[in-house]
């Protein structure tokens, strides 16, 4: 089974300011695809950001980033200029190549609370 | 697109009892799974339909599992003489079914389950 890792429970930031959470995974594929989601408190989990393994340039949306570092095995998200609205669960996910597309393993989370 | 949609929201039920839930997937979407979520934790893969096939199942969906999606639209998972273990939240997500793109998943709001 995939392993994801997200070291850390909790993190806090006050609003406009950058955070970044971390997320290491353990695979033996060379092309995979790894998913940032956010599930906001009582609400449905929603897509922040997708990467390719096979491409080297990080994905970014908006003020959502990830530092890919495939070596590594290491994906982490940057919130930039933090809003209220940030604050949320953020899970990082694995997923496999074809033809086991279809799984995604996800890591523990790390609960993000934006301060005014 | 109106959405992945789950029903119930939530339920509660006496240990023992049968449940059953159901997700209607974004249109035009042949890609249809499951998952299940306990609190704090990230949700781990139950199963997976390709159009109207059951694909994959988890070992964690036990025998008193079931699942469906009859015509390749709409999906039920029962679960049969539900036990105290069962309570958690279960989430449907669909997706386009695109091979070789691992395709983003989208999910519903999930239907969270108590059993007494």
């Known amino acids: 089974a995939q392993t994801v890792t997200q070291s850390q429970p909790e993190m806090s930031v006050q609003e406009a300011e950058t955070v970044t959470l971390s997320c290491t995974y353990d695979?033996?594929?060379?092309?995979?695809?790894l998913f940032w989601y956010k599930q906001p408190p009582s609400r449905q989990m929603i897509l922040v950001i997708r990467?390719?393994?096979?491409?080297?340039q990080n994905a970014t949306e908006n003020r959502f980033s990830v530092n890919f570092q495939k070596a590594a095995k290491s994906f982490s998200l940057k919130i930039s200029d933090s809003q209220l609205g940030d604050t949320a669960m953020y899970f990082c996910a694995f997923m496999k190549p074809y033809p086991n597309d279809y799984k995604l393993s996800f890591g523990a989370g790390t609960t993000v609370t934006v301060r005014a | 697109d109106t959405g992945v949609s789950q029903d119930p929201r939530h339920k509660i039920t006496k240990r023992g009892q049968n449940v059953t839930f159901r997700c209607d997937p974004i249109s035009e979407h042949n890609r249809l799974y499951w998952y299940r979520q306990t609190l704090g934790q990230g949700p781990e893969f139950l199963t997976y339909?390709?159009?109207?096939?059951?694909?994959?199942k988890s070992r964690l969906l036990s025998d008193r599992f079931s699942a469906e999606r009859p015509k390749g639209s709409f999906s039920t998972l029962e679960i049969q003489r539900t036990e105290q273990g069962d309570s958690a939240m279960y989430l449907c997500?669909?997706?386009?079914?695109?091979?070789?793109?691992?395709?983003?998943?989208?999910f519903g709001p999930g239907t969270r389950l108590t059993v007494l």
């Open positions: 695979t033996s594929e060379n092309n995979y695809y």
């Open positions: 990467q390719e393994a096979y491409k080297q």
């Open positions: 997500a669909s997706s386009q079914g695109q091979a070789l793109r691992g395709d983003t998943q989208y």
């Open positions: 339909f390709q159009n109207e096939a059951q694909l994959e």
